[in-house]
Structure formats: C-alpha cells, structure tokens
C-alpha cells in the first residue's frame, strides 16, 4: 500500500512518539534506579530527571491522540509546544556555546559552592578527583580536598574533578544541542 497523504504522516506521528514515550520511560526508570541503587543522592536532581520524563511522556500522550483520533487542536497545541522546546533548546545551546571556558569556570565554581557537602563527595567517589577549581582564592578548595574520600587521595595523584570531566565538556554538550 502506498504511503501518501494523512497516513504517512500518521505512521510517522504515531513512531516518534513512540519513541518519545520510551524516552520518557527510560528517564523515570533511570532516575528511579538512580535513586534506589543510591548512585544519586541529590533530590533535586532525581526530581528534575523524573519531571522531564512525565513532560516527555504527556507530549507523546498529546502527539499519539491527535495522530490517532486526526484531532486537529491536539496536533495544534502538540507542533506549539514542540516548536517551543526546540526554541528553548536552541537559546540554551547558543548561549553555552558563547560561554569562555573562564566563565564556564565561575559558573561551575557558583554551582559547586551550592552543593551539600554530601553530593560533593559522592560526586568526587564516583570521578576519582577532589575539588572543583583550584583558585586563588583556595580556601574553599583546600577544605574540600581535606574532606576528599575518593581513591587518588591516597595514590597522592589527584586531579580536581575540572581538570577530569569539566574542560571542554559543557562546550561539547552545547555543540550536541545544536
């Protein structure tokens, strides 16, 4: 049978947000085993990887009605807020990608400043490093090689958890975005 028509649209409709619906899924299965298995302990983050997947999930519900039941309002508002996600997507990855690595230094520092003295460790445990950014002012960062539990600390060779995983990789996450 040929593809023409609302029917090859439909069948492409009802296979991306299949694929949406198995997305969202995995999000919130992740987050869950994340959770449970104690690989995250930041609430916070389990609590945004969770919303993102149930966001995930009702647009696909949206696109998979509209599609099967050729309900144009659903389809509407379905294009607007994808439409508007992308736009989203696209301000961010823009904006990163305008980012010097000084700048991405400040905002990573800020954020690591906000984290509770256990995501910090369970985050230095899980990369091997202690400390964010080793600074001039390096008060915050000798307390928390003092506080350091990861593996290298004994080795006597540590990397700050920057010099491992941060140089270059948000500029990389933001290229991807795009």
Same mark, same amino acid.
């Given at each position: 049978?040929?593809?023409?028509?609302?029917?090859?649209?439909?069948?492409?409709?009802?296979?991306?947000?299949?694929?949406?619906?198995?997305?969202? *899924? *995995?999000?919130?299965?992740?987050?869950?085993?994340? @959770?449970?298995?104690? $690989?995250?302990?930041?609430?916070?983050?389990?609590?945004?990887? &969770? /919303?993102?997947?149930?966001?995930?999930?009702?647009?696909?519900?949206?696109? *998979? &009605?509209?599609?099967?039941?050729?309900?144009?309002? #659903?389809?509407?508002?379905?294009?607007? &807020?994808?439409?508007?996600?992308?736009?989203?997507?696209?301000?961010?990855? !823009?904006?990163?990608? /305008?980012? $010097? @690595?000084?700048?991405?230094?400040?905002?990573?520092?800020?954020?690591?400043?906000?984290?509770?003295?256990?995501?910090?460790?369970? #985050?230095?445990?899980?990369?091997?490093? !202690?400390?964010?950014?080793?600074?001039?002012?390096?008060?915050?960062?000798? @307390?928390?090689?003092?506080?350091?539990?990861?593996?290298? +600390?004994?080795?006597?060779?540590?990397?700050? !958890?920057?010099?491992?995983?941060? +140089?270059?990789? #948000?500029?990389?996450?933001?290229? /991807?975005?795009?």
């Amino acid at each position: 049978m040929v593809c023409g028509g609302f029917t090859c649209s439909k069948n492409a409709l009802y296979s991306l947000n299949v694929v949406y619906v198995l997305v969202g *899924l *995995l999000l919130v299965a992740v987050a869950a085993w994340g @959770k449970g298995y104690g $690989t995250v302990s930041s609430i916070h983050i389990i609590g945004g990887v &969770i /919303a993102v997947g149930v966001f995930v999930l009702l647009i696909a519900i949206i696109g *998979l &009605i509209g599609a099967s039941t050729h309900h144009q309002v #659903l389809l509407f508002f379905y294009m607007l &807020i994808l439409f508007m996600v992308f736009l989203f997507q696209f301000g961010v990855s !823009c904006s990163c990608l /305008a980012i $010097t @690595k000084e700048q991405q230094g400040k905002l990573l520092n800020s954020s690591w400043t906000y984290m509770s003295p256990d995501t910090r460790q369970v #985050l230095e445990q899980s990369l091997d490093c !202690c400390g964010l950014l080793n600074t001039t002012d390096s008060t915050e960062f000798i @307390k928390d090689v003092e506080q350091c539990r990861a593996v290298c +600390k004994q080795r006597l060779l540590c990397f700050t !958890c920057w010099e491992l995983t941060c +140089k270059g990789v #948000l500029w990389w996450c933001c290229v /991807a975005g795009v």
